[in-house]
């Protein structure tokens, strides 16, 4: 007789404290409450008919099968090209380059590559939420670090308290989302003489490299040489170009880091959209396309602000991102994930409670709002905005 099995449901989860994300759960409100939704992050226009064309003539062209693991060459090029113009750092198109499946497949990658069971990742707070559980599914023990206050200063001190010989990877993420702000010269310089002397690899979450607002500026760990001997850092093709449903970005690292990433992208995906790839290798001939982004998206983080001005919303304008912090401290108590709960239900907003990236205890009463949105959206939520403010 065969012998009784338990059934699946006794199956340990590899996530065990994987909820479904604060994504979904806002978008399923908005979506039950007909909300304006400013919680996920991308835009509600189209991406450039150009850019689209492009596709359709690689598909009609014949680019449909498998491109090389690493992506087409006149791609990796104009990648390694567009690096040294704007971080005056060269990688080697053929050994120090890929592209990947959005930057979240690229921040996988990395991760897989190098975690092993026992090593620690540190992690700030707030945090975009692919990071933690990849590193778990790898083994490894994601040790956070909370980025202080409303205006999410990193501690460096606290950075380098919990470095020890276990320290495998530590994440950055500037621009930073959800926070809008950017890392200084300063903090980058403190993080290279932190990592000098160690083995710790840096992963760099760059993917809205090119959403930065005003005189700031984005500084690429790839444009500080310390870092960039040890960094793989992972761009977006979909934040940067409007079209995050086709998830495209690549990673760029030293070789000794990438001949490791390879190894992983085989037997994962092998390699990435084909047509979109040779697409992209000719749109980013006209380096305009990306370096007009600020000054497009600084008009909708303006025009939101303009409109929320005589409100009793607090606001220090996003230095970079598509995102733009309220303080409501002035209006209500309530903590973040209830208020922005009552604003979907009662008038019709949705939006991001800053607190589920953060640590617990660290509810300052914000929320995220996303102004990759058209102006009448954006007109739209104001208007909900000033209406609650009173
Ligand atoms: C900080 C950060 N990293 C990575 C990603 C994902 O980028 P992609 O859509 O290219 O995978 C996002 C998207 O929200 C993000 O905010």
């Not at 062209?61 to 060269?90: C, F, M, W």
């Not at 700030?124 to 200063?153: M, R």
């Not at 495209?248 to 000794?256: D, N």
């Not at 607190?355 to 058209?374: E, I, Y």
Request: charged share 25%.
């Amino acid at each position: 007789m065969k012998k009784q099995m338990p059934g699946l449901e006794s199956l340990p989860s590899k996530l065990p404290r994987s909820k479904t994300s604060i994504f979904t759960v806002m978008s399923q409100m908005a979506h039950k409450h007909n909300a304006v939704n400013l919680s996920q992050g991308y835009p509600n226009f189209e991406t450039d008919q150009r850019l689209k064309d492009l596709v359709a003539n690689a598909m009609n062209d014949g680019y449909n099968q498998y491109a090389p693991l690493a992506g087409i060459p006149a791609l990796r090029n104009e990648i390694v090209k567009k690096v040294e113009t704007l971080h005056a750092h060269s990688y080697n198109m053929d050994t120090e380059v890929t592209v990947t499946n959005g930057a979240t497949q690229a921040l996988f990658l990395a991760i897989t590559a190098f975690i092993n069971p026992g090593d620690e990742v540190i992690v700030l707070k707030p945090a975009y939420d692919s990071y933690e559980p990849a590193i778990e599914l790898n083994g490894g023990k994601p040790v956070p670090v909370q980025l202080k206050g409303k205006d999410f200063t990193p501690d460096w001190n606290e950075v380098e308290d919990k470095i020890n010989s276990k320290t495998r990877m530590i994440i950055i993420n500037t621009p930073h989302n959800p926070s809008g702000r950017l890392f200084t010269k300063e903090d980058m310089q403190r993080l290279e003489k932190l990592l000098k002397g160690t083995n710790i690899i840096l992963l760099s979450d760059e993917v809205y490299e090119h959403i930065v607002f005003e005189d700031h500026r984005h500084l690429s760990a790839s444009s500080f040489a310390g870092l960039a001997k040890r960094a793989i850092v992972c761009a977006s093709f979909g934040k940067t170009f409007h079209n995050t449903g086709w998830k495209m970005g690549y990673c760029v690292a030293p070789e000794i880091l990438m001949k490791e990433i390879h190894k992983v992208q085989e037997v994962n995906v092998f390699c990435v959209n084909h047509p979109m790839q040779k697409a992209y290798s000719e749109y980013l001939k006209s380096p305009e396309h990306y370096l007009d982004l600020g000054k497009f998206y600084q008009q909708k983080r303006d025009k939101f602000l303009s409109l929320l001005k005589d409100t009793r919303f607090g606001m220090k304008p996003s230095e970079g991102t598509y995102f733009q912090l309220l303080d409501y401290s002035e209006i209500t108590d309530e903590n973040d994930v209830d208020f922005s709960k009552r604003l979907i239900t009662k008038h019709g907003l949705a939006s991001i409670p800053v607190s589920v990236f953060s640590m617990p205890g660290n509810d300052h009463l914000q929320l995220r709002f996303c102004f990759a949105k058209k102006d009448e959206t954006l007109e739209e939520a104001a208007a909900i905005l000033q209406k609650i403010s009173g």
